[in-house]
C-alpha cells in the first residue's frame, strides 16, 4: 500500500510539474490574443489584394479630384464643385487612413521598420486630405495629394519596386 501511495504521489509531482511546465511555455501569437482578450484580425484579403480593392481605388479619386489640366481642349479644374463632392473625397480620404491602419495589422506588415512608417505616412496624408476636404481648402487639399503620392512612391520603391516600371513606357 506504502509503494502504491508513494507511485502515486510521484505521478502526481510529474504531472504537476508537466502541467506548470506547459503554462509557462510562451503560447502562439493568437493563443496569446485570445486569452488577453485582444482582438482576432481577419487579414484574408493580401496585401496586392488591399492595395488593389481598397487603397488605390480611394488614392486615384484623391488625386483626380485635385489640381488642374492644361491641355489642347483648355484648362480645368479638378477639385470638387459642390459641398457633396467635397464630403466624397472626404470619405475617400478616410479610407485612405484606415488603409494604411489596414497595412500595419500583423499578418499584413512586411516588417517593424519602414513598413510601419509608410502605413503610417498613408494614414497621415489621409487626415491631411480629410481636413483639407472638409475646409474646402484647395491647395491644402492638392499638398495633401503630393504627400501620399510621396509615400506611396516612397514604399513602392522599397518593397515592389517593379510596380513603377509598369508605367514606365520607354521599357516597351
Not at 484623391?62 to 463632392?85: C, F, H, K, N
Not at 498613408?122 to 474646402?136: H, K, P, R, V, Y
Amino acid at each position: 500500500m506504502q509503494n502504491l501511495a508513494s507511485t502515486l504521489s510521484k505521478t502526481t509531482l510529474i504531472l504537476l510539474a508537466g502541467s506548470f511546465l506547459a503554462a509557462c511555455s510562451a503560447p502562439d501569437e493568437t493563443e496569446t490574443a485570445m486569452q488577453a482578450g485582444g482582438p482576432a484580425y481577419n487579414t484574408s484579403l493580401d496585401v496586392t489584394q488591399l492595395m488593389n480593392l481598397v487603397l488605390e481605388p480611394a488614392s486615384d479619386i484623391l488625386w483626380d479630384s485635385g489640381g488642374w489640366v492644361l491641355d489642347a481642349s483648355g484648362y480645368e479644374e479638378l477639385y470638387p464643385t459642390t459641398d457633396e463632392g467635397w464630403a466624397y473625397v472626404r470619405a475617400q480620404a478616410a479610407i485612405v487612413v484606415e488603409a494604411g491602419n489596414m497595412l500595419a495589422l500583423p499578418g499584413r506588415a512586411e516588417d517593424n521598420d519602414a513598413w510601419l512608417i509608410y502605413a503610417e505616412g498613408l494614414s497621415e496624408a489621409g487626415i491631411l486630405a480629410m481636413e483639407a476636404a472638409a475646409t474646402q481648402n484647395e491647395d491644402d487639399f492638392f499638398q495633401a495629394g503630393a504627400q501620399l503620392y510621396s509615400v506611396c512612391t516612397a514604399c513602392h520603391q522599397a518593397y515592389n519596386p517593379d510596380i513603377n516600371n509598369r508605367f514606365d513606357e520607354s521599357e516597351d
